[in-house]
Every structure is written in structure tokens, then in C-alpha cells.
């Protein structure tokens, strides 16, 4: 018992200040693109064309679709002129698939929070069932770390839970299987409305890297009614929490830089 | 195992024109594989092949199997070509086989005739239509966790059948239980819920989505499949990985298993409610994949192992902070993981829980953490060493009662391990480059990458045909080998031990489902 004392003295205190304070990220970290297109030579499609998951369409404009982007190098790296580059900005989350586009002069929409009544309802406690439906565990991964002493998920009344009949929402993470399909739409139907539905990672909204392969069905936004997006590969912890609190509110909602 | 048995003979990251690999009839193939695998080899991996005999009809199929010699680091590989859709099953006489036949069935409607346990794996319809090991209607998909499960009959006996959705924020998979009262007499797993025809899609790159793939066939195992990957791409092209690259691929995989082992430590202190542990490894682990994305930005090392080399390179000032980091890391795990060992509630729990017996082990053919609890001997970074294990070695850590505890207590040593190598590798960081060019592929060769992974010995093997693109592109997971073993650890425990012991194996459902 003494052991267990000195070493909960030894580890210190490491639940973060967020939201209070911002946290901050590597330098390395790759979040919101943005592009500077005065760069890109005429008729140049290089990044489009590299983009794993052809997330990027050059008509008019760079346009980066974030909820197929694996935020992967690949364009920075193809690109001769450094049009497209990374930012440290973690906060991506929307409550459309539409306002998942990245493009130049226009700010990310962020997610607006939920309306009144479902602020009632959930603002103060919310219980999500999350499913793997072909997930890779990494989304898995981060979605777990949110329940550790660094984000402490439980001060914001989230919590995950085990039955679908306790959850007011479905987590999806994966690009939704064949093969998982059912067991997904069996744990929404368990799950008692009003419900939510949250998308997390580029397999549950697009498909990812395993889009349009026949054994996946591009994400679960084409069978259920998808209420937040959350976009990454995986997306980063803060990316999560930040999607999650600004749905319900609980976040102002200053737009992305 | 003999240093000859009349295949081709390779290194670790070595390519061979296919032309050189011995085509033999079937009975001498099967055995050869059994005499080998019987004499100490362990089969890595045994695979179908349609596209190497589309020449001599559509229709031909061929088997090839891969052997790791690992006294002498010689790896094996022999063909076979099948003159009809069933051939004697080797599982019989050759038990690792077990689920590469099963694999082989599905994906290709050949049916090892005789083995003893021949269910899907992954549910998916035959690649070849028209030829179905179950002789199931053309046409008809099948529907996953539908299959005969094996069942103890009798009066006090019943059936607990868990998943595919589990109680946490896990991946998917069935499991049926036939208990006694408490006592589990069999588990049987059945999985396949995570396809999504990764390993299908491979077939015709590389092309700009192929190391994507790779790196999220199992997204905990990013650095691991993408290294292993890497290695055969680079034996392919005759690609020239400078020391310095070598180093950080080096480094990033001990990486990945400091992670991840941390977190498998806190997880099982989590399953025997004892929350210190639980708690403080829970935010190490994240320390650690913090560590990656100081590196290449991202949590889990995407973006850092490239063929050629590596994405990043790691400067004095950022090398500076990392090692300060790694030490802090380092400092506050010893402290979590020393009080798992100094409770005795803990190793009450721990010790005598689910054990696996070595003979067990190398009959099954397991690999990694898990076989090393059970006092094996194997670790491919000794082994068949690649890249910078060629020059740098870690000692193999290993144990021996083959139980929770054993499992637990490997990974404990490995970390150890690790940290011990990164930092010696940085102090001493070779200077260079650390991407080369890579060229193309060359034209029908085939390359075997074997790579330590956080939970084992992951295998890929490439084929090239005679445009330098993938005919076929075979991954085998550690999980592959080593769900056998969980089911194994299971007979006669307690149901309430299963989390504790699924917890100490923590395997890959979509690196086995691919």
C-alpha cells in the first residue's frame, strides 16, 4: 500500500487543463491543410493525382476533401512548389459531410452544437456505445485514450458504455465490413431515441484507404444517420474530444485558422 | 532442420527469380514440408498462387510454402503445382498448417482433403468462381460466424457465444465457449468480421494507395507491416537503405513495441482491478506514441517508414528531446509496471493463468511475446536479422511458465530491451541520407520479409510478374498464429479468466482478417 502511495507521488499529476488551456502539438503534427494556390503552376495536378485516396480535385481551385484525406505527405511531398501544406490546427470536426472540404479564402465550418433540446438531453451526460466495424485499432486506439488521466473524458459527463441499451449514441470507427454490417445496425437499433450517431476516422466516413474495395461499404454514413464527423487517420485524441465537446455545446465555437 | 531440402534456399530481405524456386510434384512438396516443420523448421507461411501458372491454363493453381530455418537464418521456399482442386491436406502431420489450409480453401476452392477442422476463416466468397472447397452454389455469400462450431455435449454442460461486439472499444470477433459450471473445457474463435480485402487489393501495385493499405492492415502494427513491406520492395528494386535510415527504422519499430506493450501491461493490471498500474500506463503508452509523432508527426508512425528509407530525419535538437522524453517515459514505467510485480493480488492473478505449454507452442507454431512466455527461443530480429538488427542486437528476453504472468513479464523485459537499443543506437547515429531511390520492381522475383513486430514474426512475400507489378501479395499477421494459442490457454481456466487471458495474448483481429 505504502509502494502504491510513493509511486501515485512519483507519477505526479497529469490530467490536462483543456479546455481552459489549448493543448499544444508536435511540430510534425499534420492537421488542417491549407493550400496557397498563387503557387500552383498552370495546369499542375500533381497532388491530386498522388493522393492515395483522391481526396484532392483541382477544378477550380485545390479543394481537399478532409473526410478522405489520410493526412499523409504525399501531396507536400509531390507538390514542386510547396502549395499544400500542414498545419498544427487539430480542430476539424463538422457536423456535415459537405463542410468537410478544405479550400483556400474559406474557414473550416466547424461542428455547431447540437439544438436545445437535445443539449438537454445530453449536454450534461452523454453515454456512447462505440463499434469497430473494420477498424484498423487505430482509431480504436485513440477513441480508448480519451478514458485515460491525460483528456479524463469523465469531467465532461462522456462515457463510454458497454450496452447499446444504456448508450444515447454509436460511435462508428472502420470503413463498416460486409461482414459487420449487421452486428452495426443491430447496435443502433438497440440504442433508445433520440440518438446520435458520430463518425470517427477517414474508413467511417469515406471508406479510407479501403475505399470502394468491395468488402466495405465506404463508411456508415450510407446506412445511418451520421450527426458528427471527425476526420484523421486516426484522428488525433484532442481532434476527438474537441469534436465531441463542441456538439454538445460546450466549447465556443471560434473557427479554425 | 536439414540445410537442404530441395528448395531454394534465401536470406532474410532477399529477392529470387521465380524461375529458380523448384516446381516439385505434390507428395515430394507435402513432404518436404512436414520432414522440415517435424525437424525444427517453422512454417512462416503456406499460400495459394493462381497467377504464377496462367500460362499453362487459366484454371492451375500452385502452393508455395516458406520455411524459417532459424538455426542457421536460411529461409526456405518451394512450389508445387495442384493438378486438381484437392490435394492431400498436410495438417495431419504438419499442425501449423492448420489455418494457412483453411485460408487456401477459402480464398481459392481448394480443399486440403483430410484436414480435420476445415471452417472459413474470413467468410468471403471463392476468388475463383465456380470452384468452392464446401462445394457451396455458385453465387451464394457466405454469412460470417455461420459455421459448424465444435460442441461438448451433455446435460451440465452449456454454451456461451460473446461478440462480434465486445463490451469495450475493441475490435470485432465471435467467440463460443463450452464450460462446465465455471470451468471453460474449449473455446473455439471464430473471426473474419474485420475483412476488408486488403491483402486482395495489393494484387497489381505498387501503385499510391499500396503502402496506405499496408500501414492500416493493422493500424497498431503500422511501423511493423510497413517495414516488413519496405524490406521486400527494397530486395525487389536492389534498393540501398543508408545506416542512418536503418537506424530509424530501427528505432521507430522499438518504438511501436515500447507502446504497445506499456499499454498491454496497464491493460492487464486493468483486467485484475488493480488500478495503479492500470492508470499510469494508460497515459505512458501515450507518452510513447507521442514519442512517434515528435518523429513523423503522427501517433502511430504513419508517414515514417518509406521504401528506400524513411520519411523523417531526427536532428541534434530534435534527437535531444527525444532522449529526454524517452527517459521520463522510461523513469515513470518502471515505477508503474514494479508495483505489478511487488502485489500479490496481482500475481495471484497472473500466475497459473491461462498457460500454454511449449510443447503446445511449437506445435501450433506460435510466434512473438506469447511463445517466448512459453520459454521459445525465437525472435526474428535475432534470427534472421534485417537492417540495423544486423549490426545492433537485442537479446531475446524470455520466460518460462507459458501463463498470464509469462506473458506479462516479456513484455516487461522487451521494454527494457528497447529503450536500452534506442539509445544506443543514438548514441552512436550514423550520419547519410535517409531516403534512397527506388527503382522498379524487378520482373518475376519473389522477396520474403520477415520483421520482429510488437506481437511477433509478421511475413510478407511478394511475387512479381513479368511487368515488375504484385501477382500476388501474401501478409501473415503474428494473430495468424497465435489465436490457436489463446484458445489453447483457455481449456480448463475459469470463463471470468477469459478477458485476463485474451488481455495477455492482445491480438489482431484485422491483421488476421486482413
Not at chain 1, 512548389?81 to 490546427?89: D, L, S
Not at chain 2, 497498431?220 to 510497413?226: E, Q
Amino acid at each position: 500500500m505504502l509502494q502504491v502511495s510513493l509511486a501515485r507521488l512519483k507519477q505526479g499529476h497529469w490530467t490536462s487543463r483543456y479546455p481552459l488551456e489549448l493543448p499544444t502539438l508536435p511540430d510534425r503534427f499534420r492537421g488542417l491543410p491549407v493550400v496557397d494556390s498563387t503557387r500552383c503552376p498552370e495546369g499542375c495536378r500533381e497532388c491530386a493525382q498522388v493522393c492515395p485516396t483522391d481526396a484532392i480535385t483541382t477544378d477550380g481551385g485545390i479543394r481537399i476533401d478532409l473526410g478522405r484525406c489520410l493526412f499523409c505527405t504525399d501531396c507536400m511531398e509531390a507538390c514542386p512548389e510547396g502549395a499544400i501544406r500542414y498545419t498544427r490546427e487539430y480542430r476539424l470536426s463538422t457536423r456535415t459531410r459537405a463542410d468537410l472540404i478544405a479550400q483556400e479564402h474559406k474557414t473550416l465550418k466547424l461542428a455547431e452544437a447540437l439544438d436545445e433540446k437535445s443539449r438537454r438531453l445530453f449536454g450534461r451526460s452523454l453515454k456512447l456505445r462505440q463499434v469497430s466495424a473494420a477498424g484498423c485499432n487505430a482509431c480504436e486506439a485513440d477513441v480508448n485514450v480519451l478514458s485515460t488521466i491525460v483528456f479524463d473524458l469523465g469531467r465532461f459527463g462522456i462515457q463510454f458504455v458497454a450496452s447499446p441499451r444504456h448508450a444515447d449514441g454509436l460511435v462508428v470507427t472502420g470503413a463498416v465490413s460486409e461482414n459487420m454490417r449487421s452486428a452495426l445496425l443491430t447496435a443502433y437499433e438497440a440504442i433508445p431515441a433520440p440518438k446520435l450517431v458520430i463518425a470517427v476516422g477517414a474508413c467511417a466516413i469515406s471508406g479510407g484507404p479501403f475505399v470502394d474495395n468491395p468488402e466495405v461499404h465506404n463508411g456508415c454514413a450510407s446506412l445511418l444517420p451520421v450527426d458528427l464527423f471527425i476526420p484523421g487517420c486516426p484522428p488525433h485524441p484532442w481532434t476527438i474530444l474537441d469534436g465531441l465537446l463542441r456538439l454538445l455545446g460546450r466549447l465556443d465555437n471560434t473557427p479554425a485558422k | 532442420m536439414n540445410a537442404n531440402i530441395g528448395f531454394a534456399c534465401i536470406r532474410n530481405g532477399m529477392a529470387i527469380p521465380r524461375r529458380d524456386i523448384p516446381e516439385l510434384p505434390f507428395a515430394d512438396f507435402r513432404a518436404r514440408v512436414v520432414e522440415a516443420v517435424a525437424s525444427g523448421g517453422r512454417l512462416a507461411c503456406l499460400f495459394g498462387d493462381p497467377a504464377s501458372t496462367l500460362s499453362s491454363g487459366a484454371d492451375a493453381m500452385s502452393l508455395y510454402a516458406v520455411i524459417a530455418d532459424s538455426v542457421r537464418a536460411q529461409i526456405h521456399v518451394g512450389t508445387t503445382r495442384l493438378t486438381s482442386d484437392r490435394f492431400p491436406s498436410l495438417t495431419p502431420d504438419c499442425h501449423p498448417a492448420h489455418l494457412f489450409e483453411r485460408e487456401i480453401a477459402e480464398q481459392y476452392g481448394l480443399r486440403p482433403e483430410g484436414h480435420p477442422w476445415l471452417k472459413p476463416v474470413r467468410f468471403h466468397a471463392s476468388y475463383r468462381p465456380g470452384h468452392d472447397a464446401w462445394d457451396r452454389p455458385e453465387g451464394t455469400t457466405p454469412i460470417v460466424g455461420v459455421m459448424d462450431y465444435y460442441r461438448v455435449e451433455g446435460e451440465e454442460i452449456h454454451e456461451v457465444a460473446v461478440g462480434p461486439i465486445h463490451a469495450g472499444v475493441i475490435e470485432p470477433g465471435h467467440f463460443r465457449f463450452q464450460c462446465h459450471g465455471e470451468q471453460v473445457f474449449h473455446l473455439e474463435i471464430s473471426l473474419g468480421y474485420q475483412h476488408r480485402g486488403a491483402e486482395r487489393t495489393l494484387v497489381g501495385g505498387p501503385n499510391k494507395r499500396t503502402l496506405h493499405t499496408i500501414e492500416t492492415v493493422a493500424g497498431d502494427t503500422s511501423i511493423g507491416n510497413a517495414t516488413a513491406y519496405c524490406l521486400a520492395v527494397e530486395a525487389l528494386t536492389g534498393a540501398q537503405v543508408s545506416a542512418r535510415a536503418q537506424a530509424l527504422c530501427g528505432i521507430a519499430l522499438e518504438l511501436e513495441r515500447l507502446a504497445n506493450h506499456t499499454g498491454d501491461l496497464g491493460a492487464l493490471a486493468n483486467d485484475v482491478a488493480f488500478l495503479p498500474t492500470a492508470s499510469f500506463c494508460g497515459r505512458l503508452r501515450g507518452d510513447f506514441l507521442n514519442l512517434s509523432a515528435l518523429l513523423c508527426g503522427n501517433r502511430f508512425g504513419r508517414g515514417m517508414i518509406r521504401p528506400g528509407g524513411v520519411g523523417f530525419d531526427l536532428d541534434d535538437a530534435r534527437k535531444a528531446q527525444f532522449l529526454d522524453k524517452l527517459a521520463g517515459a522510461y523513469r515513470d514505467v518502471t515505477v508503474a509496471v514494479d508495483l505489478l510485480w511487488d502485489s500479490a493480488s496481482v500475481q495471484a492473478r497472473f500466475e497459473n493463468t491461462g498457460a500454454v505449454s511449449l510443447d503446445d507452442c511449437r506445435a501450433i507454431g506460435m510466434v512473438g511475446p506469447a511463445a517466448r512466455a512459453c520459454g521459445m527461443e525465437c525472435d526474428i530480429r535475432q534470427d534472421f536479422p534485417w537492417g540495423i538488427f544486423r549490426f545492433k542486437q537485442i537479446p531475446i528476453s524470455t520466460s518460462e511458465s507459458g501463463d498470464v504472468f509469462a506473458r506479462a513479464f516479456v513484455r516487461w523485459l522487451e521494454i527494457g530491451r528497447s529503450v536500452d537499443f534506442i539509445r544506443s543506437l543514438l548514441s552512436e547515429f550514423p550520419d547519410g541520407p535517409v531516403r534512397a531511390e527506388v527503382g522498379k520492381l524487378r520482373p518475376n522475383h519473389l522477396a520474403v520479409a520477415l520483421v520482429e513486430g510488437w506481437r511477433g514474426e509478421l511475413c510478407h512475400v511478394a511475387l512479381t510478374d513479368d511487368q515488375g507489378r504484385f501477382a500476388r501479395y501474401k501478409m501473415v499477421d503474428s494473430s495468424f498464429h497465435n489465436w490457436n494459442g489463446l484458445m489453447l490457454a483457455l481449456r480448463d481456466q475459469q470463463i471470468s479468466d477469459f478477458p485476463l487471458c485474451n488481455k495477455s495474448f492482445n491480438l489482431s483481429y484485422c491483421g488476421h482478417d486482413l
